[in-house]
């Protein structure tokens, strides 16, 4: 059995109450990770304080350059990601308990 | 090579297109066209008020200084916005549902209104800030002796001084221009964040081009660049791990609570949804601006002779290069970082000083505080535009006494530290209920003391206001008090010992009074307020009581949001009410949101303290907070719904009730009408029949004669006028009276009311004040009509007005597609029971003068106006009685079918 | 010396009119033109008629007429009611306050003098 489209379905009467949760779980997972960025973002930062660039003689600070922004693109493409979905969370106010 | 002059003239040009760019904006959000300014683009735009001049030039000297630690400044403020939905979500609804004005407002707010925590914050946020408006000043005159110095022409730099005044007053008249239009704070600053937003483009567009000239023009392309980044001095750059995660979290703390960030993020926000954009193209523009900062630094490093400043390879990179075009884009954007900051800082920082300083002031040294304040709106005003100056004043003389030192130069992250102070009472008290005024001042006080004293004082040297001595052995010789090795801990970086220091006792101090201390009723309300700002279906108030006296409140309101705005907002919510005029019920409700309005223009503390005057003993109590402090959710969401059942039945029943009053009163009014007509009609009939009888006798000597004629002549007339009025009510009031609908000019209407009104009581000396210019208007309506309404309301002020000398003031305003035109005299006005009543039939307030007719003349006045489309309305709280009369300015011709 | 005859009044002309059809007859005719000092005027003049308006400024001529019945003094002195609402419950609020004659507006001169005369006494 499949779910009917959202605004179409004849049988929709019966299942909305399954679709309608399941996007609000989706959202609500999506917020989440929304919250979890930062601490992504922050432990992957964080692991140059394992290096020492002044200490090794490798060439170790343009890979680490491109380490650091690579990890910046990452973030910005998650919460570009994110953005869209969390707009219409808003849009619905489906905010409740920040 | 650049001419000192090109480079003067372009900068020049490059203010003047800022000032049309602000000015235009103004003009179109004036004009409701302005949609696109209220775009999610220009929000993110406008943040980047975070790179200032110490970024834009300083990054790259960071760089070469020490490597990438530079990266750290962008990398916390990218963490917090990528998790927008956790912090800045919250402080945004925050600050629109509480009308939050500032970062002090913020704190203030969320501490029961304290005032003292607003001064608080106040002073640290001027004392963080001016220093950092002198690093401003300075960044734009190095650059500016950057050019002079490499000028062929030998063109000699009057006075690096005089440099930083021209710039100095040039922002502060922009910033008074356009950043003080409007008293309420949440009403947008267009013109600014629309030259921000211009300016953050130029800084990229700058920045971007100085990194490929220097990639693809200087060195060989993007390998080459990265093998050179390896062979510089850069590679053996040494990381700190501490400064590393300390300068993260300070830069992640800096974006949250600079006044100029708060301004710009939560103030200037129109909508929330904004911040899913600015949540990823923020972190993205921040990587944009940091992207060719080591390439420049490494070229810069390799190119320009030892010794030269790295600060200024963005500058002398392109201009050693002989590339001048280039160099003056680049100082553009160095001028636009510049510009964009102190702007910014100095309209936050204005509000705050006016909002929480001056106004308090002024209203606790004035007798009668608030219930006589008068024209608050322009003291706040005034003080909000001294305040600007003020702040640039300081900046100014910081520079000038630092004399472009290099302390200068570490302002920036010592401004941060500084205010990373705010930060446990702010995420404290949009978290954490049991956040107390007691905790959030002891840690404000605490981390505002250390800082001072391990970072800020001595980062003025040994010569400074701390003396060698003290910093070597600590004051007094006691060695465990040393500014920059509390406790005897040495060995640690300054800025990071301060910043943990600061920041730890600071908390402490924080969470320890918070739990000793026990918060007033209003602080524990605003806390739930803050931390429950997602499930406030019902929201909180502040006030139990309504019973306030609407008028007083109306005059004050006045006072403040200016006339014209505070008459809208009663009328709505009396409207809202089901109630006519401009005078609702002072429900808890009504005055909760009133105080809410006028926080957002004065702040919440002054705002609380003004509302409390007129509902003393309203405020709310321990008992009315026994139902807010209830945690159980589902109880709270169901009286929720059941309490907005009872209001929308309350409101029903009392639309009703006035239905039903209007409908028994009509009845009486028909009796008491016919009652009336009979006793006008009688009056002058019975002269009549008197004197036609005594005429009829012969013996009546003829002077007699003569007279009593006259008097049955004059009693005709009087009947003949009164009939006449009867049918043209009663023709108004069918809406079926014939209009000659024609242009005119109302400052002519005006004056011809005026002309013909004189004959009444023609003894009286009586003073117009007028403002001739604003009253030419084009009116396309029944001028005759018309003209008859403003001969009937300054006759009347003519006949009633009770003043020794009398005075009418007559004010015209275009409001929208409606002209309004008030007529205010200066004598007792119209008593509150009176001023329902006045616009029916027969409804002369006093019998004393008898020279004006049956009482018929504001019934017809309001029928005219509902005949021409408009409306008459008696004001309330004017000083005296006052009518405003409404129409559109263009009279449809529908009625004329 | 005529009678005395007391007209509280409010209109000018109608004061006019009743002063000269009076004062022809002989009567003594003096006017007062409000509502809150009547009484002070009917006790200063000491008419032997009283004509009372029932619109007055400051206050209705019912209420006048019945401080006058409630006032030994003033009890028994004759008044005539004048009306120009002209509705019937006026005319039995006239008789409830102790009016000994109810005319309304507008009069008769003829019938006007016949009142004033026979509450005068005046034959």
Not at chain 2, 622 to 629: K, T
Request: glycine share 10%; proline share 4%.
């Amino acid at each position: 059995m499949t779910l009917p489209d959202a605004g179409t379905g004849r049988r929709g009467d019966r299942r909305p109450p399954v679709f309608l949760a399941r996007r609000s779980y989706r959202r609500r997972r999506m917020m989440d990770a929304c919250r979890m960025l930062p601490i992504l973002g922050a432990a992957l930062w964080m692991i140059p304080i394992l290096w020492h660039p002044a200490d090794t003689a490798a060439d170790d600070t343009a890979p680490g350059i491109v380490y650091l922004f690579a990890v910046w693109i990452v973030l910005v493409a998650l919460a570009a990601a994110l953005s869209r979905g969390l707009t219409r969370a808003l849009e619905d106010g489906e905010d409740e308990g920040g | 090579m650049v001419p000192f002059d090109l480079l003067v003239a372009g900068c020049i040009a490059y203010v003047i297109l800022l000032f049309a760019v602000a000015f235009v904006a103004e003009r179109r959000a004036r004009s409701g066209r302005g949609g696109w300014l209220r775009s999610p683009w220009v929000y993110t735009l406008s943040l980047s008020v975070y790179c200032t001049a110490w970024t834009f030039y300083g990054a790259v000297g960071f760089a070469a200084r020490s490597g990438l630690e530079f990266a750290t400044i962008y990398m916390g403020p990218t963490l917090i916005m990528v998790g927008w939905w956790w912090i800045l979500r919250k402080l945004v609804r925050i600050g629109r549902t509480q009308r939050v004005t500032s970062i002090a407002d913020l704190i203030s707010s969320r501490y029961g209104k304290s005032n003292l925590l607003g001064v608080i914050v106040t002073l640290l946020a001027v004392v963080g800030t001016a220093p950092y408006i002198a690093l401003q000043l300075q960044s734009v005159t190095l650059s500016f002796g950057v050019f002079a110095a490499a000028s062929p022409q030998g063109w000699a730099l009057p006075d690096q001084g005089v440099t930083a005044i021209w710039v100095a007053a040039g922002l502060a008249l922009f910033t008074i221009l356009f950043g003080t239009r409007n008293l309420d704070a949440n009403e947008r600053h267009h013109g600014v964040v629309i030259a921000i937003a211009l300016e953050a483009v130029v800084k990229l567009v700058a920045l971007f081009g100085v990194g490929a000239f220097v990639v693809w023009g200087v060195a060989g392309g993007v390998g080459d660049v990265l093998a050179k980044i390896e062979a510089s001095p850069i590679a053996d750059w040494p990381l700190q791990p501490g400064r590393w995660i300390g300068l993260t979290f300070l830069s992640a703390a800096a974006l949250l609570t600079l006044p100029r960030m708060f301004q710009v993020l939560v103030v200037e926000n129109a909508d929330e949804r904004h911040l899913a954009t600015a949540g990823w193209a923020f972190p993205l523009y921040l990587l944009a601006m940091s992207l060719f900062v080591v390439p420049i630094a490494v070229v810069g490093l390799e190119r320009m002779p030892a010794g030269s400043n790295p600060d200024l390879f963005v500058l002398t990179l392109p201009l050693s290069e002989g590339n001048g075009g280039l160099a003056i884009l680049a100082f553009l954007g160095g001028f636009s970082s510049a510009t964009s900051m102190v702007i910014v800082a100095a309209i936050a920082l204005a509000t705050m000083v006016s909002n929480h300083i001056v106004t308090p002031l002024w209203l606790s040294l004035r007798a009668g505080g608030a219930r006589a304040a008068g024209d608050v709106r322009g003291l706040v005003l005034t003080a909000r535009r001294l305040s600007i100056g003020v702040v640039l004043a300081l900046g100014y003389g910081y520079y000038s006494l630092s004399g472009g030192s290099e302390a200068l130069a570490a302002i920036g992250l010592i401004a941060f530290v500084g205010l990373a102070q705010i930060l446990p009472a702010m995420l404290g008290g949009i978290f954490w209920r049991g956040a107390t005024r007691v905790g959030a001042g002891a840690g404000l006080v605490t981390g505002f003391a250390l800082w001072l004293y391990t970072l800020f004082l001595p980062s003025f040297g040994s010569s400074g206001l701390i003396s060698a001595e003290v910093l070597v052995e600590g004051p007094f010789g006691w060695g465990w008090l040393r500014p920059q090795a509390l406790f005897g801990i040495e060995g640690i970086d300054p800025l990071m010992h301060a910043m943990i220091w600061s920041l730890a006792l600071n908390t402490a101090a924080f969470l320890i009074g918070s739990l000793l201390s026990f918060p007033e009723p209003l602080e524990r309300m605003q806390g739930a307020a803050f931390v429950h700002v997602f499930d406030q279906s019902r929201g909180t108030r502040g006030w139990s009581r309504g019973g306030a006296e609407p008028e007083g409140l109306l005059v004050m309101a006045q006072g403040i949001l200016g006339g014209e705005e505070a008459q809208r907002f009663f009328q709505a919510a009396a409207v809202e009410q089901g109630k006519a005029g401009f005078l609702p019920d002072t429900t808890p409700d009504f005055i909760d949101r009133l105080e809410r309005r006028l926080a957002g223009a004065v702040g919440s503390a002054t705002a609380h303290a003004m509302i409390a005057q007129f509902a003393e003993g309203a405020a709310v109590s321990v008992q009315d907070l026994m139902a807010v402090a209830s945690e159980a959710q589902q109880i709270k969401e169901y009286s929720a719904q059941l309490e907005a059942k009872s209001e929308e039945l309350a409101r029903t029943a009392r639309q009703l009730r006035e239905v039903n009053d209007k409908l028994t009163d009509l009845s009486v009014q028909k009796d008491a009408f016919l009652s009336q007509i009979s006793h006008e009609l009688r009056t002058p009939m019975t002269s009549i029949r008197a004197f036609s009888e005594i005429l009829m006798e012969p013996d009546l000597p003829e002077p007699m004669r003569a007279k009593y004629a006259e008097i049955i002549h004059e009693e005709a007339i009087r009947l003949t006028r009164l009939l006449d009025d009867l049918l043209d009510l009663s023709v108004l009031e069918n809406r079926k009276a014939q209009l000659t609908v024609q242009v005119a000019n109302l400052h002519d209407l005006i004056e011809r009311a005026i002309t013909s009104a004189s004959s009444t009581r023609p003894d009286r000396d009586f003073t117009f004040h007028r403002d001739l210019p604003t009253e030419h208007m084009a009116v396309y309506t029944d001028t005759d009509r018309l003209v008859q309404v403003f001969i009937n309301l300054v006759s009347n002020a003519r006949k009633y007005c009770d003043a020794d000398h009398p005075e009418l003031t007559i004010r015209v305003r275009r409001a929208g597609a409606r002209v309004e035109v008030d007529f205010v005299d200066n004598g007792s006005g119209i008593p509150k029971k009176s001023q329902s009543i006045i616009f029916e039939k027969f409804s002369r307030l006093t019998d004393t003068s008898r020279a004006g007719g049956a009482g018929l003349g504001l019934a017809i006045c309001r029928e005219i106006m509902a005949n021409l489309g408009g409306t008459i309305e008696y004001l309330p709280g004017q000083g005296g009685a006052a009518f405003r009369v409404s129409l559109p300015v263009r009279r449809g011709l529908t009625r004329a079918a | 010396m005529g009678k005395r005859v007391l007209l509280i009044e409010d209109e000018p002309n109608i004061i006019e009119a009743i002063g000269f059809i009076l004062a022809r007859d002989g009567w003594q005719v003096a006017s007062h033109s409000e509502g809150t000092a009547a009484i002070e005027a009917i006790r200063r003049e000491a008419p032997d008629v009283v004509i009372l308006d029932v619109m007055l400024p400051g206050r209705s001529g019912f209420d006048i007429l019945n401080e006058m019945r409630a006032d030994t003094g003033l009890a028994h002195l004759p008044v005539l009611m004048l009306t120009a609402k002209g509705q019937v419950k006026e005319r039995e609020a006239a008789e409830r306050a102790g009016a000994d004659r109810f005319m309304t507006k507008p009069f008769s001169n003829a019938e006007m003098l016949a009142s004033v005369r026979e509450l005068g006494g005046v034959a």
